[in-house]
């Protein structure tokens, strides 16, 4: 094969494995969330949601609880943590390609037998609902400002949202 | 050197060119200026987008199943306009199909970065071989950021029989029972208290 061609060929195999590092776990065929959210009576459930985004579709962070990975968030996508009750670290990495570091961290502090919902979030106005966990994000995009940031939601606004999602593969876990 | 070099790069930017043309193959419109092919079924239907101030481009696709998995793209920007309000543009259209099921995969604006969000319940509508059939109104705006499909046969009917005179004495099926959806959000849809769709 000619050089020019392999070059060719190399660059669109490496974009392509690129784009299959940051994209997280395909969610096709997942089921997507149905009501009734499911409770512990001796643990804390934690539902971490992201309903499909405009902006960095393609890019899933990583869910970190007391520096323990749990699970990947993609687009479109959520996933169930049952934890004990007390005061927790929740850390959002974003993927190697990009930084692999730490790009947002926030506590929670839960109790047992309750359900608690939390959104990455990406809109174009600033949020002030009181919802924020953490620092919110903010960044140009297009000539667009965009404001990003995870956000504990109330129950019947959660479940609202979350019924687009499909539960994240467990091999992404 | 740099000129060879230059025609190997045409020539693999050509192939790449190609592939994506062939990969994004869509069925065109059928005027109903020839007599209509017996072995493929017909699709009627209207897509309207609502609007202020200037309309964003909607755009829904329909793929077949299977192979060779026919594309029809529909769109308002690039298309007559059917819609006699100022506020509203839209088109009514026929295309002609291999038989088959068809499903209803996802919808956008030329002008928002947002796309259609993942359905728990897929869109299918089944057509078969000499018949006309039609799906739906089509209907989205950029206030709400949903599409939705409903049955308006009645009136779309007619307006497509004037529109399409060969359309004029043929038997049309109904199929929104299968294809119409209630509010479909797109990522850029946002919950203002009541819901995604709701205002």
């Given at each position: 094969m000619k050089r020019p061609a392999l070059l060719w060929l190399c660059l669109l195999a490496t974009l392509s494995l690129l784009a299959g590092c940051i994209g997280g776990?395909?969610?096709?065929g997942q089921p997507f969330f149905t009501p009734p959210a499911e409770s512990s009576p001796d643990h804390a459930t934690v539902y971490f949601y992201r309903t499909?985004?405009?902006?960095?579709?393609?890019v899933a962070p990583t869910i970190q609880i007391d520096g323990r990975v749990i699970s990947s968030l993609p687009s479109g996508g959520y996933f169930k943590s049952i934890i004990a009750a007390g005061k927790h670290t929740v850390d959002s990495t974003s993927p190697p390609f990009i930084s692999g570091k730490v790009n947002k961290r926030f506590d929670i502090n839960v109790e047992n037998g309750k359900v608690y919902f939390i959104a990455d979030q990406i809109g174009t106005s600033a949020y002030?609902?009181?919802?924020?966990?953490g620092e919110p994000d903010d960044a140009s995009f297009g000539g667009t400002r965009f404001y990003s940031r995870y956000a504990l939601v109330p129950t019947e606004e959660a479940l609202r949202a979350i019924k687009w999602c499909q539960v994240v593969p467990a091999a992404a876990r | 050197m740099l000129r060879k070099a230059s025609r190997q790069l045409l020539t693999w930017a050509c192939i790449a060119l190609s592939i994506t043309l062939l990969n994004g193959c869509i069925t065109s419109r059928y005027d109903g200026k020839r007599a209509p092919d017996p072995s493929k079924a017909i699709i009627v239907g209207s897509i309207t987008e609502g609007f202020l101030t200037q309309p964003h481009g909607l755009v829904v696709d329909i793929k077949q199943h299977g192979e060779p998995g026919t594309h029809l793209r529909l769109t308002t920007l690039g298309n007559e306009d059917?819609?006699?309000?100022?506020?509203l543009l839209g088109n009514l259209y026929m295309y002609e199909v291999p038989p088959g099921d068809y499903e209803v995969t996802g919808w956008s604006y030329v002008y928002y970065a947002g796309r259609s969000m993942a359905r728990a319940a897929p869109v299918v509508f089944t057509v078969r071989a000499g018949e006309t059939a039609y799906i739906g109104d089509l209907r989205a705006d950029a206030l709400r950021f949903c599409l939705s499909n409903v049955s308006n046969a009645e009136k779309t009917l007619e307006n497509l029989k004037r529109k399409?005179?060969?359309?004029?004495?043929r038997n049309i099926l109904d199929l929104t029972p299968k294809s119409a959806f209630e509010p479909w959000p797109s990522s850029d849809a946002t919950d203002s208290g009541k819901g995604l769709c709701k205002l």
């Open positions: 776990p395909d969610l096709k499909a985004a405009s902006i960095g579709d393609g002030n609902d009181g919802q924020t966990l | 059917d819609q006699p309000s100022p506020n399409y005179p060969i359309l004029v004495g």
